[in-house]
């Protein structure tokens, strides 16, 4: 092999650079236009494409790599091929972090068991009235393609009234084939609920409570089915968000404190006396409570109607008889 001089490597310099800088610029091997993965690789339709790859603009952008998953769902895709598909277009991705798989997730728009629930619930409640509680035996959440409006039809719904259980065709958008579900309906009551964890000894207000329809085999004997008995009350312990409330969860709060002077008032034919005692516990508006006169240092029972003050001999009608729950 004949070796070349000096002389003519200087006489072939500039041929030599310019091949160089014509394969360095062309780098067909990877492609034209060197691209780096985007950041996040999350995919709206039903094909995965360079341009949900890589910032790039069409042509190039539109070329498809594969189909994209379902919904809600991810795949992996081989470095490797992302890189010959790229390629194929004059794109040069080198894998520089070393990749041993692209993931990419398919966006979607989700849809509660909850919402399903309701939709069957409704279909119910229209064919039979009453109120019904509705449960799933799949409760996982679906999945739509991100760019539809999703919602719950019940095309069919088959009962059986001796086992309670069913089975209903639901849409959840025209574009989505629709799914058969099945679960279990029985007649259900309202309850109301707390929204919120109560403390021991505080006031609940009507912002603490919403209601919940729970099957009627399902919801407490003793479970309170009135607001009113609930609002206004206080916690005799600590209760928590969701479940319902029973009649000794709840106690009228207090309005004197034991160790309390208040005024104590008889009254009878025109005749009205006083007395400072003391309340020997913490008593409710309406509870009927001991209380010890200061000079004598009697026990007396008397019923408290208001803060700082009690009334012996028979009780007012707003007062409750024990004056709890």
Do not use: C, K
């Not at 996040?40 to 360079?50: C, E, F, H, K, M």
């Not at 795949?75 to 993931?103: F, H, K």
Request: hydrophobic fraction near 45%.
């Amino acid at each position: 092999m004949r070796r070349l001089s000096p002389e003519m490597i200087g006489w072939f310099a500039g041929a030599l650079a310019a091949a160089a800088l014509a394969v360095s610029a062309s780098g067909r091997a990877y492609g034209d236009e060197p691209v780096s993965l985007r950041a996040d690789l999350r995919v709206a339709g039903g094909q995965i494409t360079l341009g949900d790859l890589f910032d790039v603009a069409d042509p190039a952008a539109s070329a498809v790599v594969a189909r994209a998953p379902e919904p809600g769902r991810r795949m992996s895709l081989d470095p490797d091929y992302v890189r010959e598909v790229a390629a194929r277009n004059d794109l040069a991705w080198a894998n520089p972090g070393g990749l041993r798989r692209v993931t990419v997730t398919r966006a979607s728009t989700t849809i509660p068991a909850s919402e399903i629930e309701d939709a069957i619930r409704a279909a119910v409640e229209a064919e039979d009235g009453g109120a019904w509680a509705v449960r799933l035996s799949d409760s996982r959440v679906r999945h739509v393609p991100a760019d539809i409006v999703p919602y719950a039809e019940v095309l069919e719904l088959d009962r059986d009234p001796r086992t309670r259980r069913f089975t209903a065709l639901i849409s959840l958008s025209p574009d989505v084939e629709a799914e058969r579900i099945d679960g279990r309906v029985e007649p259900a009551i309202e309850v109301p609920v707390l929204t919120r964890p109560i403390s021991r000894d505080e006031i609940i207000t009507a912002g603490d409570i919403d209601w919940r329809v729970m099957p009627e085999g399902r919801a407490p004997s003793n479970a309170v089915t009135d607001a009113d008995q609930i609002i206004g009350f206080a916690a005799r312990r600590s209760l928590r968000a969701g479940a319902p409330l029973r009649a000794y969860d709840l106690t009228r709060p207090a309005v004197v404190e034991r160790g309390e002077t208040v005024l104590v008032v008889f009254e009878s034919a025109g005749i009205r006396l006083t007395a400072r005692a003391r309340a020997m516990a913490d008593s409710a508006e309406g509870e009927t409570a001991r209380f010890v006169n200061l000079q004598s240092n009697r026990m007396i029972d008397a019923v408290v109607v208001g803060p700082g003050l009690a009334r012996v001999g028979e009780a007012p009608a707003s007062a409750h008889a024990g004056g709890r729950p």
